[in-house]
């Protein structure tokens, strides 16, 4: 049984995580005013930085034993690695049909609930009462922190088409998240990581080189993707993959809401992006949900 320490600890480091991964918004601002350049080769570009940490962490830790996997769990890595890359490049898609609000709403919100029914469906991981009420206050607050940029700027018609992408985005990163619970206690995360982001990177490297791979960036910037494949994503995942060995799938799902948290705090200090009254009601509600998974017992989500 996994000790209540443990739990904490990795609770931690999966808020960790998604706090980094909140920073990535405000880069790829700045990435932005430096020139013209599209969605999918900032993605590539970050997971191009971030490989090589892995492997490197991975062939120092790992040695030859980087390379032992069986066939089928070589399988679920790669579609991992699928699954990321396509669900950052359906949620891009889906905010020129839906604008970024709905998008972001979607995409992050339906994830916990996908899976939810997933671990239901395949790991019998039944929510209980105490999910149920972190859900609640976890999509709650994301539905007022999300709502607020709209309120001070005039957003994009919503279409079907914007929902499918973003639903669809939605689906991948719950995926994503569903293939790296069978896979922990099997696997070094490293090795786990390494493999996926492998994939995702050659995936996107090819939808970027199809369309208009961007290359041209100042020093600074250059900066920043070391930053952003060092950091959110070599680190970030890491150490969500080692999360994940005593949180379940449901509750890492909810604890990552912490990302768009941290992006609006940060747009707020940098940018004097203010939240407002709305915003900061949501914040409170996700914080809440996040107080609901560390400090109730572990056994009222069993």
């Known amino acids: 049984m996994v000790s209540k320490n443990n739990s904490r600890r ?33 993605s590539f570009l970050r997971l191009a930085f971030a490989v090589p940490f892995f492997f490197l962490a991975s ?108 639903f669809l985005s939605a689906c991948g990163y719950a995926g994503f998240i569903f293939c790296g619970r069978l896979l922990t206690g099997r696997y070094p995360s490293l090795q786990i990581s390494s493999i996926a982001f492998g994939t995702g990177a050659l995936l996107l490297l090819v939808c970027a080189s199809a369309t208009h791979l961007a290359l041209v960036y100042p020093p600074a910037g250059w900066l920043i993707f070391l930053y952003l494949g060092a950091v959110p994503t070599a680190l970030g995942y890491g150490l969500f993959q080692v999360g994940l060995g005593s949180i379940s799938g449901t509750l890492a799902s909810i604890v990552t809401m912490f990302e768009p948290l941290t992006a609006a705090l940060l747009a707020w200090l940098l940018f004097h992006e203010a939240l407002g009254p709305t915003g900061w009601l949501g914040a409170v509600l996700l914080l809440g949900a996040m107080a609901i998974i560390i400090l109730v017992p572990h056994k009222y989500f069993e």
């Open 10 to 42: 990795d609770f931690l480091l999966i808020v960790f995580a998604s706090v980094s991964w909140g920073t990535v918004g405000v880069a790829n601002r700045i990435l932005y005013n430096y020139g013209a350049t599209n969605a999918l080769s900032l």
């Open 59 to 166: 062939w120092i830790t790992l040695k030859r034993r980087l390379f032992e996997i069986k066939r089928r769990d070589l399988g679920i890595m790669m579609l991992m690695g699928c699954l990321i890359a396509l669900s950052q490049a359906l949620y891009i898609a889906s905010i020129s049909y839906s604008g970024v609000s709905v998008a972001t709403l979607i995409s992050i919100c339906a994830a916990p609930v996908i899976v939810a029914l997933l671990s239901a469906l395949f790991s019998h991981e039944r929510p209980t009462l105490m999910t149920f009420i972190a859900f609640v206050a976890a999509i709650g607050g994301m539905v007022l922190l999300v709502q607020t940029p709209a309120q001070s700027s005039a957003g994009a018609k919503v279409s079907l088409m914007g929902v499918v992408l973003a």
